[in-house]
């Protein structure tokens, strides 16, 4: 007969044992999580599927009013848009609409924004159904509008169009928009295979290993979930950024000062200009045409408007930018319209390329009759 035996016991772990698989393990899994980069993580979303998908890109900043916020994640933006749920079909006609704030649709309802209206003025092109989306996002930068046409090109478009303006040239603000800054891999990925990869033609920063870690992408981890929670309003509501009742209007009296940027006086330095992501761009559309148009901006009647247009804007700059982009035009071929001055001053909103929907209706009919006339090229 055997002897009895002890019960065994689970073995005694102390505090600094438990604390140390505690940080390993933890520390592992944040090298996991940057090793893997999960570029793909934005895709998962509840946009599209339980929630429709939105009509403009994400963007807010006081998210409790809009419910909706501003993120980095290029995936996560497209995945709550509603052109992630709409498949290609033959009858249809695609037209993206690339472009800053003013496309976006800065104080307009979705209803109320370029895109919508050329929904409603042009609903059959080449005898096919069209579909218009709204691809504008806030941030003047040619680069930025670039990063989003190469990723909507997998959407098959028929027809980019594309309002914008000087501002969006300067070599300066290339780089600065949150799109290209928290997106820097495929920002590089994507300005490296459009041939902007040349010496002194500036790409993002890499990010660190260690901003590629869970730690080190917390923020942009929790503002996924977030846009995810304000699905939730955006359904119920179909609003999408704050409507104040009462805001400022846009400048129409100047000092005494004619400078852009850096430059005081003519000729207008085209070196400062980024035309070549314009270029760029009409290579990554590949056959898809390209309707550049110069969008139109606030023309002031105020104090020391002899010198300035508006507040971005003195007239020697931006009439030498007119005379700049023409040439380039018809030197590369470009389909190209110059819409500068369709819009009278009161037809801005706060700023002077912000319209009012009746600003935004006057340019929806010019550019739809422009689309028309074009026929099926």
Not at 44 to 68: D, H, I, T, W
Not at 159 to 168: K, N, R, S
Not at 240 to 249: G, T, V
């Amino acid at each position: 007969m055997n002897p009895p035996t002890r019960e065994s016991r689970p073995p005694v772990v102390s505090m600094p044992q438990l604390a140390a698989k505690v940080l390993i393990l933890f520390v592992a899994a944040n090298l996991v999580f940057a090793a893997w980069t999960p570029s793909g993580l934005g895709r998962l979303s509840l946009y599209n599927r339980l929630f429709p998908g939105r009509e403009r890109l994400p963007f807010g900043e006081s998210p409790q009013a809009s419910y909706n916020l501003s993120l980095e994640d290029l995936e996560a933006m497209f995945a709550s848009h509603r052109i992630s749920s709409e498949q290609s079909r033959p009858d249809e006609y695609r037209i993206l609409v690339l472009g800053d704030s003013s496309v976006w649709g800065a104080l307009l309802r979705p209803e109320q924004t370029l895109a919508a209206k050329l929904a409603d003025l042009v609903p059959i092109v080449c005898g096919k159904r069209t579909r218009v989306y709204n691809l504008g996002y806030p941030t003047l930068s040619l680069t930025k509008d670039l990063l989003i046409l190469d990723r909507a090109m997998r959407y098959q478009p028929d027809l980019v169009l594309w309002p914008t303006t000087l501002e969006a040239f300067v070599r300066e603000n290339q780089l600065a928009s949150p799109v290209v800054v928290g997106n820097p891999v495929y920002a590089r990925d994507v300005l490296v295979r459009a041939g902007l990869s040349s010496p002194g033609v500036g790409l993002p920063t890499r990010p660190s290993f260690w901003a590629q870690t869970f730690i080190g992408r917390r923020r942009a981890l929790a503002d996924l979930i977030r846009l995810q929670l304000y699905g939730v309003m955006w359904a119920a509501t179909g609003i999408d950024q704050a409507y104040p009742e009462i805001y400022p209007a846009a400048q129409t009296d100047f000092e005494a000062d004619s400078s852009f940027h850096h430059e005081s006086a003519p000729p207008l330095d085209e070196t400062h200009l980024a035309f070549e992501v314009l270029d760029a761009a009409v290579r990554v559309a590949g056959h898809v045409p390209v309707l550049v148009v110069n969008e139109p901006i606030l023309i002031s009647p105020g104090t020391n408007s002899q010198l300035r247009y508006n507040f971005y804007y003195p007239r020697w700059a931006f009439d030498q930018f007119r005379g700049l982009l023409q040439q380039r035009a018809l030197a590369s071929d470009w389909e190209y319209l110059d819409l500068w001055n369709l819009v009278p001053a009161n037809d801005f909103t706060n700023t002077a390329i912000h319209l009012t929907p009746r600003g935004e209706s006057m340019l929806a009919q010019s550019l739809a009759q422009s689309i028309l006339a074009r026929g099926c090229r």
